[in-house]
């Protein structure tokens, strides 16, 4: 049995800083695991230009420290300008643009309402060669929640795949069979993130004992079939998925109330908790591959240089950090960071 992890140090490709008092809260929990990180810019109001970007990007530095690099990614509107994000792409502020369908998640009330409307952009993406990160959920109202991803994939990303063939697309927090199956199938031209809660919970979590708001993200968790093949698929060692932690925290009054907030903030543990799945399916000889390889290989960035160490140990999980409510909240995990 192994009892000590030491891999390339890691990236998360997918986090939520926030801005203000929260951004400086939780940037050093990111920071302190992972050497670099794709920020998302749902902020309100969203990240839309260069120089908000540019502008968010010192803020993070200066909250997480300067051993830490934002990669700052452009909020799609209709109304994105491909000018625009090429100027940001070449000028080294954005690494990637971000499509949120409109009111699909937290602040995706100015996304995009149409796939149409931003063709344009797409293709001068494609062309400058700047990846498209996709929160991959349908928004028709009449859509059951728990189909939202499988039919995102039908109705728009296989679309999205033969119209631009050379698109670089990140199918971000996969939640389902079905997406795991579709990145498998696609170009080496997609990929897919995938989070911890997504590997440890299926949407039984959400009503264990009870109404269980701090279990509630969006992609919602979805059954335990899903479950077992994304795990399969994080596990793999196949270099279509990667980190991405999906980490959006929310002070505990916005979670625990009568319209809570989605999201959960696993930042804190992030490595150990997925270091437990990987340890529980056999899989420890994949893990620095998902956690430090795929990711900066995808999109074209050179590896990290230092290392993270993981011990075999109890590593207990407090209740609540402040008013956050950390991922394992009051259980105990089998690793810790070194």
Same mark, same amino acid.
């Not at 929160?135 to 109202?141: N, R, V």
């Not at 939202?148 to 927090?173: N, Y």
């Not at 916005?254 to 899989?283: H, Q, R, T």
């Given at each position: 049995? +192994?009892?000590?992890?030491? &891999? !390339? !140090?890691?990236?998360? @490709?997918?986090?939520?800083?926030?801005?203000?008092?929260?951004?400086?809260?939780?940037?050093?929990?990111?920071?302190?695991?992972?050497?670099?990180? &794709?920020?998302?810019?749902?902020?309100?109001?969203?990240?839309?230009?260069?120089?908000?970007? #540019?502008?968010?990007?010192?803020? /993070? *530095?200066?909250?997480?420290?300067?051993?830490? +690099?934002?990669?700052?990614?452009?909020?799609?509107?209709?109304?994105?300008?491909?000018?625009?994000?090429?100027?940001?792409?070449?000028?080294?502020? @954005?690494?990637?643009?971000?499509?949120?369908?409109?009111?699909?998640?937290?602040?995706?009330?100015?996304?995009?309402?149409?796939?149409?409307? *931003?063709?344009?952009?797409?293709?001068?993406?494609?062309?400058?060669?700047?990846?498209?990160?996709?929160?991959?959920?349908?928004?028709?109202?009449?859509?059951?929640?728990?189909?939202?991803?499988?039919?995102?994939?039908?109705? &728009?990303?296989?679309?999205? /795949?033969?119209?631009?063939?050379?698109?670089? &697309?990140?199918?971000?927090? *996969?939640?389902?069979?079905?997406?795991?199956?579709?990145? #498998?199938?696609?170009?080496? +031209?997609?990929?897919?993130?995938?989070?911890?809660?997504?590997?440890?919970?299926?949407?039984?979590?959400?009503?264990?004992?009870?109404?269980?708001?701090?279990?509630? =993200?969006?992609?919602?968790?979805?059954?335990?079939?899903?479950?077992?093949?994304?795990?399969?698929?994080?596990?793999?060692?196949?270099?279509?998925?990667?980190?991405?932690?999906?980490?959006?925290?929310? #002070?505990?009054?916005?979670?625990?109330?009568? =319209?809570?907030?989605?999201?959960?903030?696993?930042?804190?543990?992030?490595?150990?908790?997925?270091?437990?799945?990987?340890?529980?399916?056999?899989?420890?000889?994949?893990?620095?591959?998902?956690?430090?390889?795929?990711?900066? !290989?995808?999109?074209?960035?050179?590896?990290?240089?230092?290392?993270?160490?993981?011990?075999?140990?109890?590593?207990?999980?407090?209740?609540?950090?402040?008013?956050? *409510?950390?991922?394992?909240?009051?259980?105990?995990?089998? @690793?810790?960071?070194?």
């Amino acid at each position: 049995m +192994t009892d000590t992890i030491t &891999i !390339r !140090r890691p990236d998360d @490709w997918h986090v939520h800083l926030r801005d203000g008092d929260m951004l400086e809260r939780v940037a050093p929990y990111t920071a302190r695991q992972f050497a670099r990180a &794709i920020i998302m810019p749902n902020l309100a109001p969203p990240v839309t230009s260069v120089e908000q970007a #540019a502008a968010y990007r010192d803020r /993070i *530095i200066a909250a997480a420290g300067p051993n830490f +690099t934002p990669l700052m990614t452009a909020y799609l509107t209709d109304q994105a300008d491909p000018h625009d994000l090429a100027r940001g792409l070449a000028d080294g502020v @954005w690494v990637a643009a971000k499509l949120y369908p409109a009111g699909a998640t937290t602040n995706s009330a100015s996304g995009v309402t149409d796939i149409a409307n *931003i063709r344009p952009a797409l293709a001068r993406m494609e062309k400058i060669g700047m990846p498209l990160l996709v929160h991959g959920e349908a928004t028709d109202p009449e859509v059951d929640v728990f189909d939202r991803e499988a039919m995102f994939i039908d109705h &728009i990303l296989t679309g999205l /795949i033969a119209d631009f063939p050379a698109l670089k &697309i990140v199918f971000e927090h *996969i939640t389902t069979r079905q997406a795991a199956q579709f990145v #498998a199938d696609a170009p080496a +031209t997609v990929a897919a993130t995938i989070t911890p809660q997504h590997l440890h919970l299926s949407r039984n979590a959400l009503f264990d004992g009870g109404l269980r708001p701090h279990a509630y =993200c969006l992609p919602v968790l979805k059954r335990e079939e899903h479950r077992l093949a994304v795990r399969a698929a994080a596990t793999s060692g196949s270099p279509k998925y990667f980190l991405g932690t999906d980490s959006a925290p929310h #002070a505990r009054d916005a979670k625990e109330s009568a =319209c809570g907030c989605a999201g959960i903030f696993n930042a804190p543990f992030a490595l150990e908790s997925y270091a437990s799945v990987f340890d529980e399916e056999g899989a420890l000889d994949k893990f620095e591959g998902f956690a430090a390889e795929h990711g900066p !290989r995808f999109y074209g960035l050179p590896l990290n240089q230092g290392s993270v160490t993981l011990h075999r140990a109890p590593n207990q999980v407090p209740d609540a950090i402040g008013d956050l *409510i950390p991922f394992h909240a009051g259980q105990a995990l089998g @690793w810790r960071l070194a």
